[in-house]
C-alpha cells in the first residue's frame, strides 16, 4: 500500500511538474505571437522609402537624365536631417519607348553632383507607368481597392478622381481613372 501510495504522490507531482513545463512553453509561444504581431504593426505603421534609389538608377530597360532642382521648385520639398547640399532630380526615360515615364527628386548632402553618389535621400516621385513600383507593390495600373487595402486605416480622402492619403512620413496623390491608379506621386511628408 506505501508503495502504490509513492508511485502515486511521485505521479502526481511528475504531472504537475509536466503541466508547469507546458504552461510555461505556451507561455512563451504566446509571448513570441505578441512580438511578432507588435513586429507587422510596427512594420505597417513605419513605411520604409517608397524606393530604393540605388536599385532604380541601375534598372535594366531605364534611361536616366538628371538636373538640379530650381530653388522655386525646392519649397515643396523636404527631406529629414536636411544638411548642406542641394536637390536634384532624375527624368525616367523607358528604353522601349523613349519616353520619359516618371521623375525622382532626391536632396543630395554632396558638394558636387555624382551619378553613383551615397548621399541621395528620397524626396518625391511622379510616376505615370507600371514600370515602377514604389513599397515594391504600389503602381500605376493598381486597383483603387487595392490601393485603399495597402492604405488601410491612415488618413485619406478621396475628391473627385485624386486620392490624398498620409502615409506616415509621406504624402500619396493617386489619380484614379475607371477605378485603376492612372498616376501616383509619393513625397516626403514636410509637416512630421
Same mark, same amino acid.
Given at each position: 500500500?506505501?508503495?502504490?501510495?509513492? #508511485?502515486?504522490?511521485?505521479?502526481?507531482?511528475? %504531472?504537475?511538474?509536466? *503541466?508547469?513545463?507546458?504552461?510555461?512553453?505556451?507561455?512563451?509561444?504566446?509571448?513570441?505571437? !505578441?512580438?511578432?504581431?507588435?513586429?507587422?504593426?510596427?512594420?505597417?505603421?513605419?513605411?520604409?522609402?517608397?524606393?530604393?534609389?540605388?536599385?532604380?538608377?541601375?534598372? *535594366?530597360?531605364?534611361?536616366?537624365?538628371?538636373?538640379?532642382?530650381?530653388? =522655386?521648385?525646392?519649397?515643396?520639398?523636404?527631406?529629414?536631417?536636411? %544638411?548642406?547640399?542641394?536637390?536634384?532630380?532624375?527624368?525616367? !526615360?523607358?528604353?522601349? #519607348?523613349?519616353?520619359?515615364?516618371? !521623375?525622382?527628386?532626391? @536632396?543630395? =548632402?554632396?558638394?558636387?553632383?555624382?551619378?553613383?553618389?551615397?548621399?541621395?535621400?528620397?524626396?518625391?516621385?511622379?510616376?505615370?507607368?507600371?514600370? !515602377?513600383?514604389?513599397?515594391?507593390?504600389? @503602381?500605376?495600373?493598381? =486597383?483603387?481597392?487595392?490601393?485603399?487595402?495597402?492604405?488601410?486605416?491612415?488618413?485619406?480622402?478621396?475628391?473627385?478622381?485624386?486620392?490624398? %492619403?498620409?502615409?506616415?512620413?509621406?504624402?500619396?496623390?493617386?489619380? #484614379?481613372?475607371?477605378?485603376?491608379?492612372?498616376?501616383?506621386?509619393?513625397?516626403? *511628408?514636410?509637416?512630421?
Amino acid at each position: 500500500m506505501k508503495r502504490i501510495l509513492s #508511485i502515486l504522490v511521485v505521479t502526481f507531482l511528475f %504531472s504537475c511538474n509536466n *503541466n508547469e513545463t507546458q504552461k510555461q512553453k505556451q507561455l512563451e509561444t504566446w509571448n513570441e505571437r !505578441v512580438e511578432d504581431y507588435d513586429s507587422l504593426l510596427d512594420q505597417k505603421a513605419n513605411l520604409s522609402d517608397p524606393i530604393d534609389i540605388y536599385k532604380l538608377k541601375n534598372l *535594366n530597360g531605364l534611361n536616366i537624365t538628371s538636373g538640379v532642382v530650381t530653388h =522655386s521648385e525646392t519649397k515643396d520639398l523636404c527631406v529629414q536631417g536636411e %544638411s548642406l547640399g542641394f536637390y536634384g532630380f532624375y527624368f525616367l !526615360v523607358d528604353e522601349t #519607348i523613349g519616353k520619359p515615364f516618371g !521623375v525622382l527628386r532626391i @536632396h543630395n =548632402s554632396d558638394e558636387d553632383w555624382s551619378f553613383d553618389s551615397k548621399n541621395e535621400k528620397f524626396a518625391e516621385i511622379i510616376l505615370e507607368s507600371n514600370r !515602377v513600383s514604389v513599397w515594391d507593390s504600389i @503602381h500605376v495600373g493598381l =486597383s483603387e481597392k487595392k490601393l485603399k487595402d495597402f492604405i488601410g486605416d491612415r488618413f485619406h480622402y478621396k475628391k473627385g478622381t485624386m486620392i490624398y %492619403s498620409e502615409l506616415d512620413s509621406y504624402e500619396g496623390i493617386f489619380t #484614379i481613372l475607371n477605378d485603376t491608379i492612372n498616376k501616383l506621386t509619393i513625397k516626403n *511628408n514636410c509637416k512630421k
